[in-house]
């Protein structure tokens, strides 16, 4: 009889100790996995796309622009996104990706950059705790791959470029494939260099590739770059930003010839280019980029960055909200982006990182595909039911006669579920609901309010102002005291829909809310709304 496990069995962290990386010691602490034990339902790769190809409540349910299934694109484009947790919204509940340090050297400067090593602590693009060489690349994704089944890309997202420094990338890339064929390879480009390699990058089956494109009005430019360096030459000023716009243009009709996907990623800075990104966005459509990721600009003085010591501020929650639904008919979104560091390792949301560094990579790595094949079997089980839970709740809500539309803040760890006690969150996944559907629109970042078992003032103030037009939080548990401070805010909290899937607890909250079950049947409901930024109404 075969024994069923969970994903979360599979996935637990832990350090790289319980599987087949030659020449390490298991470590007792960690939950071991015992793969010989493991009994799945044989689910195969057909299966998966046949539980996937089912219409799942994508027009009615979730319209993140990625995360169109497999009907709603060609076949070959569906065989690239569907595990990539960048370019698909849904695989983000499942896939993880590693990126790796190894292209140090950058041919630009953005007045938003400040690449710095050594730099634990600091979660934002650019930052690494160290820079590798292609060989000790190679052995860390070996080794990352053994130990995380739900790894599926491989990317090379600075600190530098990977296009200017294409002799490591390029390195790195032909010989993590003779080991993990399966693997997506992954770059990120500011673009300058992009056009001499793209041919290159067509051969070594590079088919993701992410350019970053600020301005399609070099005047603009030249606020955020003070310098590039091209054709042995360093350039300034405005013929520095006609060079790179001319140079991403160009890249990104090329990688368009090709069919590489490209998703390009903008950097939303208040008062420099922030209304000039809906232009961004119609141009890069029509070169044909598949996808536009608007990132808020991180800045702070301690960055060190010259945005961040001159005081540049980015954009609050829903300015970024307000802008990316102005885009709505552009090219598609992506929404779930989470800034990650240069050397993140793991789910999109969590980061490994410092459980893989170098000096606990053993010398001598060898590939085991076991635990990823089986995570893989068991993810499509799950993706299956999900996209049938997707549906179901997109039925039910059109059933709903009206209703406002509000934005409900998940706690969740991964696998598409409510699966999180509230104190632990990290961050919030939020969903837009209304009759129409359930939209995943963005996430927030905050301060863990419980640690060590006590629940921080501070860091709750910090959760209610990031939760910011956030009408309800659904988590898998949450205490009293954190409850009635974010009531007192307007803001509703409830662990009654604790490890359903997403979309169906959402549907269950909103029905209940607005459907035949009165909301004022929920403790604290009528004073929290009463309260609630949102203004939200009740229809019924
Ligand atoms: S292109 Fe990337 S690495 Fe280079 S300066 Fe800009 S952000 Fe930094
Ligand atoms: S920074 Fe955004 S696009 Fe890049 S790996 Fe992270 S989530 Fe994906």
Redesign the pocket.
Known sequence: MAQLISLESLTGPGPMASVNVQGRVANAAAPMVALDALAAPAVTSEAMRMALSSKSGCESTSSCGSSDTKDDMPAEIWEKVKDH??YSEEA?HYFA?M?VAVAPACNIQCNYCNRKYDCANESR?GVVSEKLTPEQAVRKVIAVASEVPQLS?L?I?GPGDACYDFKKTKATFDNVVKHIPDVKL?I?TNGLALPDHVDEIAKMNIDHV?LTINMVDPEVGTKIYPWIYYKNKRWTGLEASKILHERQMQGLEMLTERKILC?V?SVMIPGINDEHLVEVNAVVKKKGAFLH?I?PLISAAEHGTYFGLQGQRGPRAMELKALQDKLSQGTKL?R?????RAD?VGL?GEDRGQEFTMDQVPDEVSYDPAKREKYRELVAVERGEHVATREAAGKQLAGLAAGTSVLVAIATKGNGRINQHFGHATEFQVYEVSPKGVQFIGHRKVDEYCKGGWGEDASLEGVIAALEGVTVVLCAKIGDCPKESLTAAGILATDTYAHEWIEAGIVAWYEATYGTAPLAQMPGAAQALAASPAGVSLAT
């Open positions: 947790p960048c983000h990706r990126h693009p890309v990317g997202a992954c990120s992410t998703k990623n990721n990132m992506m779930h982006c989470r800034q990650c993140a999109l």
